[in-house]
């Protein structure tokens, strides 16, 4: 039996998108390191994510938690939120349910977590026709991380190759060197929970178009910095439509972080605490 509170909660963001969200669940299921539990964040799907991750819940090792709110368009802020608050460890790392992670993924963020600091990571984008070939083998024997596999699968070859290939030194240096600044991305992030529910959370009135970065720039302005780890937690990232963004909600998020940065916002009005 695994212990009450584990060292890790990772937050899986989802909606209706139950054939990625198996392929993810399967993901964390290959993890060298166990000790986590999966909050899942769902943003108003139907009754077939649900019973796949009843389903699911008889397969894998780890405990899932699945937070649920009734579909009221894109309000991922919000559900974040929520499953920040149903988290079990002092410690999250947060993804998406279309983000398959590599087996040392939770593995790497828990080594590198720190006081006073949140991690940044990377992922890896597929083409639509690889993201529907992977099978829970090719998850399990990690054939979707190794460059030779995918390349047989057609993806050319780009320097963000090196996102699947760099270990150890080189990983090392490629992160220092990436032109990327850490800022909280959505798909790979991590950091302390009391950090987060410092800053208040996700701001809610903000829809799809960097509300993510939003939130580190507030943790920034509270003083957290960040570690760049693109090339050391890596996921792969699979394909689907985005018809959730529109120009009118990417406009009224910049204006909203423009305040953020002008002001150094550390809270915000609209988040967690209301």
């Known amino acids: 039996m695994q212990q009450a509170d584990p060292k890790i909660s990772i937050i899986v963001s989802t909606y209706n998108s139950e054939a990625w969200l198996e392929k993810v669940l399967w993901g964390f299921e290959c993890q060298t390191f166990k000790d986590f539990e999966v909050v899942i964040a769902d943003d108003g799907s139907g009754p077939k994510t649900k019973a796949l991750l009843e389903a699911m819940e008889k397969n894998v090792t780890y405990p899932i938690i699945h937070v649920w709110q009734e579909d009221d368009g894109f309000q991922k802020s919000r ?5 920040v608050l149903a988290c079990n460890s002092s410690y999250i790392i947060m993804t998406d349910g279309d983000c398959i992670p590599r087996e040392d993924f939770v593995e790497v963020h828990y080594i590198n977590k720190e006081p006073g600091y949140f991690i940044s990571g990377g992922y890896y984008m ?10 829970r083998k090719d998850i399990e024997e990690q054939k979707c991380f190794n460059i030779n596999w995918l390349k047989e699968m057609g993806i050319p070859k780009t320097f963000k190759n090196n996102k699947l290939t760099a270990r150890g030194f080189i990983s090392t240096l490629f992160n220092t060197f990436t032109p990327t600044n850490a800022s909280w991305n959505g798909h790979n992030s991590s950091g302390w929970k009391k950090d987060i529910l410092n800053v208040n959370g996700f701001d809610e009135r903000m829809q799809y178009g960097g509300q993510d970065r939003e939130l580190g720039e507030r943790l920034f302005n509270f003083g957290i910095k960040s570690k760049q780890l693109r090339y050391s937690a890596v996921c792969v990232h699979l394909d689907h439509k985005r018809g959730y963004r529109t120009p ?9 972080r423009r305040e953020t940065k002008i002001n150094k916002q550390v809270w915000t009005h609209y988040g967690i605490t209301k």
């Not at 559900?79 to 499953?83: D, E, F, H, M, Y």
């Not at 597929?126 to 099978?135: R, W």
């Not at 009118?248 to 909203?256: A, H, L, M, T, V």
């Open 248 to 256: 009118e909600s990417i406009e009224k998020n910049k204006g909203i």
């Open 126 to 135: 597929l083409p639509m026709n690889i993201s529907q070939a992977i099978t």
């Open 79 to 83: 559900i974040l939120n929520k499953a």
